[in-house]
């Protein structure tokens, strides 16, 4: 069968031959390899790495009020984890009432976007639930209902 | 320090056999975050390190830098883009003679100090020009470190006389602003006999100013 190019085998072993004659031709050092010394120790020249110092800049009795909310900022760099501890315990309102309070909030703000006739709708199922907060509205309701039945003549 | 290094600190140089030590003072040591030796020796002469804040004095002005004098064999440039807000057009306002709150960017002993007044987020967070007014005196560097360990004794009982401001740099040099001409030379030379007082005569001395 025709054969335009080499055998992949033959192109190999041609390449093979290449690198060998190469990397006889460099040179290296018959030397065992320097171990890399791991320093376990690290130099530092300044004692603020070492020592824990505060901020060189204060002021005290509200003398310069930029700085003092400075010095806070900067010295509860150092005590952030204890700033997020306590954020967890001061919480005002427990996760309970949370939850109360947003089922009742859902009801209330999705009232407000139902359209005329709906709220009528609402109004109804309400009044049997809740008194309080109808009040107003009772007192018309009776008006309209009678304004959309037909009121028989009295004889 | 990473986790399993040692930070050798200040007094403290690494040898092929182990630590060599070429300051005279205590050795501390700080058991937290991989632990740290160094040894706490005085001296009155500051040595530019990198990383720490000081107060310069501006020598003069060459152009686009201005030569600070910061107590070292050197004089410290601050270039006048180094402030926070400042542009070619928005250039700071700084005379000869002005005291400046920066930190060390480059400090080694084959090159010039550069100092900056801004940190590496762009803010200034308190650097920069210091204002009008106020004390500038230089003390030992050991009584510096004294003051600026968290709770300071020194410092507690100060800042209960009087309100004042004070800036302090690592160079030795601290800078006071009170109220009167008075209560700002009373906190400087309390300030400075602190480094010979004990605490007995430090509050025996603070008592009898409170009680004037």
């Not at chain 2, 030590?21 to 700080?30: A, E, F, P």
Request: net charge neutral; aromatic share 6%; glycine share 8%.
């Amino acid at each position: 069968f025709m054969q335009r190019g080499l055998d992949s085998q033959t192109i190999k072993q041609l390449e093979e031959e290449e690198k060998k004659i190469i990397s006889e031709e460099h040179w290296y050092l018959d030397v065992p390899d320097l171990k890399e010394k791991e320093s376990c120790i690290i130099e530092e020249r300044s004692f603020l790495r070492c020592e824990d110092l505060v901020y060189g800049r204060m002021s005290f009795k509200g003398f310069n009020p930029e700085i003092e909310k400075l010095m806070i900022q900067m010295n509860s760099k150092c005590k952030e984890e204890k700033i997020e501890e306590d954020d967890k315990m001061e919480a005002d309102v427990s996760d309970e009432e949370m939850a109360r309070r947003y089922e009742t909030l859902v009801g209330t703000i999705g009232k407000k976007f139902l359209r005329k006739r709906d709220q009528r709708v609402l109004k109804d199922d309400d009044e049997d639930e809740d008194d309080e907060v109808e009040e107003g509205n009772s007192n018309t309701r009776p008006s309209k209902r009678a304004k959309k039945m037909f009121l028989k003549p009295q004889d | 320090a990473p986790q399993g290094r040692l930070l050798c600190g200040p007094g403290l140089r690494r040898s092929r056999a182990g630590l060599l030590v070429t300051k005279c003072g205590l050795l501390r040591h700080r058991p937290g975050g991989g632990g740290a030796y160094w040894v706490d020796s005085q001296q009155k002469r500051y040595v530019p390190v990198k990383g720490d804040h000081v107060i310069g004095i501006v020598t003069a002005k060459a152009g686009d830098v201005f030569r600070l004098d910061v107590g070292g064999s050197e004089p410290a440039s601050l270039s006048y883009l180094a402030f926070e807000g400042a542009t070619k057009r928005n250039r700071p306002n700084v005379q000869v003679g002005d005291l400046i709150y920066g930190q060390f960017v480059v400090a080694n002993k084959d090159m010039e100090p550069e100092m900056v007044c801004i940190d590496s987020s762009g803010k200034s967070s308190g650097m920069g020009i210091i204002g009008q007014d106020g004390f500038l005196f230089k003390v030992s560097l050991g009584l510096i470190r004294k003051l600026l360990a968290p709770k300071c004794e020194i410092i507690q009982e100060l800042s209960q006389l009087y309100p004042f401001e004070m800036v302090l740099g690592m160079n030795g040099r601290i800078w006071v602003k009170a109220k009167t001409v008075q209560q700002t030379l009373i906190i400087v030379n309390i300030l400075e006999a602190c480094e010979y007082m004990t605490a007995e005569q430090r509050k025996q001395a603070l008592a009898k100013l409170s009680g004037n």
